[in-house]
């Protein structure tokens, strides 16, 4: 690498701290065309334009870098006459205005001045950014884009009410399986209001989610709000308890009495086995006491009726949840919630790529080397692999793209979280599968071949 300025090593080093700056990365490309590094100068402007399709100053700076003719620029519009039309004419219409003018910037171009092609300049860039994605057989699956955990929107308060959000099934990636058993036990009956009146089906109900952490539990219970047109209260533990007593009792009945008079209403209960754990095993009145008001609230009291309240649970340990809070009519229906399916992994990892510089990425591949991966671990995977790229960069000095070498060591280096909580959901399936609660559960540690 030549010598550089002070000034040069300053900015280098800058843009790789903030590689989403496209200012400072202009003006670090401005530099570097000034001291004739014209082919450093194209590299920088490249980037700039994949975090900023269609900036005018990047494309500008493209093309002065690549030392081709800069695209003609439209001629100004004549200035209104001032002076003042006879009284006989009739002043000119808006409509009339436009027919005059040029249909587009080209064709206000001076003759013989050739206009800019951008597929030629496309192709003298290729060699320097390569594509994000390589295209291929694998990159067949199509899904939605979905986001894991770390992805969704913050947790209301107790008593902050989310209004219907644009959050729908279709967004969650691929776990068709998880779909078909909400639409059977749980949507098609709300969607269906004549059939539901004719078999008289109420319009409540609960459903608990369970499954390894980081998977989408609490997406997925937004999604169903979003299907239903419902509002959505989200709740955990800090929202509930309260040093002083019978606050925390108050809380709960708060929540629900704000669920019914904003029906139709998904309240969704985070952590249920912190909410609602098992009542022999707790040593606290106050968290026997918020069992007993949920249990209550769950019932309807004094007279009121939950009719429009959907009560959705998720948990990572549903055998430590109080057995009265699963109960037919309660929480009576259970779905398991596995690490993603190889559709739901291509879209978890285009969403948390979308915005980082990234070439030649096989989707593919990356989809195979992280089989049984949560959506957190997906997310991990790709922030392991920028930090490679950056402390590369800052180490050379050159900036370069995430690649394939960095996804794939990121994933290798990273085991999945679900194996440990596999590891005692297997102890729980082949002793204390009562009634066939955990089917679906043994149903996979076979299949998997961990049974």
């Known amino acids: 690498m030549p010598d550089e300025s002070p000034l040069i090593r300053s900015l280098r080093a800058a843009v790789a701290a903030a590689p989403e700056d496209v200012p400072l990365r202009l003006h670090f490309a401005?530099?570097?065309?000034?001291?004739?590094?014209?082919?450093?100068?194209?590299?920088?402007?490249?980037?700039?334009l994949q975090h900023a399709p269609g900036d005018e100053a990047a494309r500008a700076l493209m093309i002065r870098a690549m030392g081709l003719p800069a695209t003609p620029a439209a001629p100004a519009t004549p200035a209104v006459s001032a002076t003042p039309a006879t009284p006989s004419a009739e002043p000119e219409t808006p409509a009339d205005a436009s027919a005059d003018a040029p249909a587009d910037a080209s064709a206000a171009a001076p003759a013989g001045t050739p206009a800019f092609d951008w597929a030629a300049a496309e192709q003298e860039v290729g060699d320097v950014v390569g594509p994000r994605f390589v295209t291929g057989p694998?990159?067949?699956?199509?899904?939605?884009?979905?986001?894991?955990?770390?992805?969704?929107?913050?947790?209301?308060?107790?008593?902050?009410?989310?209004?219907?959000?644009?959050?729908?099934?279709?967004?969650?990636?691929?776990?068709?399986?998880?779909?078909?058993?909400?639409?059977?036990?749980?949507?098609?009956?709300?969607?269906?209001?004549?059939?539901?009146?004719?078999?008289?089906?109420?319009?409540?109900?609960?459903?608990?989610?369970?499954?390894?952490?980081?998977?989408?539990?609490?997406?997925?219970?937004r999604a169903v709000a979003g299907e239903l047109g419902a509002n959505f209260i989200s709740v955990s533990l800090s929202d509930i308890l309260d040093m002083y007593i019978g606050t925390s009792e108050k809380n709960v009945h708060d929540i629900f009495e704000t669920a019914r008079a904003q029906a139709p209403c998904v309240v969704f209960l985070d952590e249920l086995d912190a909410l609602g754990a098992k009542r022999s095993r707790s040593?606290?009145?106050?968290?026997?006491?918020?069992?007993?008001?949920?249990?209550?609230?769950?019932?309807?009291?004094?007279?009121?009726?939950?009719?429009?309240?959907?009560?959705?649970?998720?948990?990572?340990?549903?055998?430590?949840?109080?057995?009265?809070?699963?109960?037919?009519?309660?929480?009576?229906?259970?779905?398991?919630?596995?690490?993603?399916?190889?559709?739901?992994?291509?879209?978890?990892?285009?969403?948390?790529?979308?915005?980082?510089?990234?070439?030649?990425?096989?989707?593919?591949?990356?989809?195979?080397?992280?089989?049984?991966?949560?959506?957190?671990?997906?997310?991990?995977?790709?922030?392991?692999?920028?930090?490679?790229?950056?402390?590369?960069?800052?180490?050379?000095?050159?900036?370069?793209?995430i690649g394939m070498k960095d996804l794939l060591a990121a994933a290798k280096q990273i085991r999945p979280s679900s194996e440990a909580w596999f590891a005692s959901a297997r102890n729980v399936a082949m002793f204390a599968n009562d009634g066939g609660m955990y089917d679906d559960l043994v149903a996979h540690l076979k299949k998997k071949r961990k049974l």
Not at 289 to 318: H, I, K, R, S, Y
Not at 376 to 396: I, N
């Open 30 to 48: 401005e530099l570097l065309l000034a001291e004739g590094r014209g082919d450093e100068a194209v590299t920088e402007a490249a980037v700039a």
């Open 138 to 221: 694998a990159d067949g699956i199509e899904a939605p884009l979905t986001a894991d955990g770390s992805g969704d929107p913050g947790d209301a308060s107790a008593w902050d009410v989310d209004r219907p959000g644009a959050v729908r099934l279709a967004d969650v990636g691929g776990m068709q399986q998880v779909k078909d058993r909400l639409e059977a036990a749980f949507l098609a009956p709300m969607r269906n209001p004549e059939l539901r009146k004719l078999y008289g089906k109420s319009l409540r109900g609960g459903l608990l989610l369970y499954g390894p952490p980081g998977c989408g539990k609490t997406f997925i219970a």
């Open 283 to 401: 040593h606290h009145s106050g968290l026997r006491n918020v069992v007993n008001q949920l249990l209550t609230e769950l019932d309807g009291v004094d007279g009121a009726e939950n009719e429009g309240v959907f009560v959705l649970a998720a948990t990572n340990v549903p055998w430590d949840v109080d057995l009265a809070l699963r109960r037919p009519g309660r929480l009576d229906r259970t779905l398991l919630v596995l690490p993603p399916d190889a559709p739901a992994r291509e879209a978890i990892l285009r969403y948390h790529l979308r915005e980082r510089p990234i070439e030649s990425v096989d989707l593919g591949k990356l989809v195979k080397a992280t089989e049984d991966f949560s959506g957190a671990d997906l997310a991990h995977v790709c922030d392991s692999a920028a930090e490679f790229a950056l402390l590369d960069s800052a180490r050379t000095g050159t900036v370069r793209m």
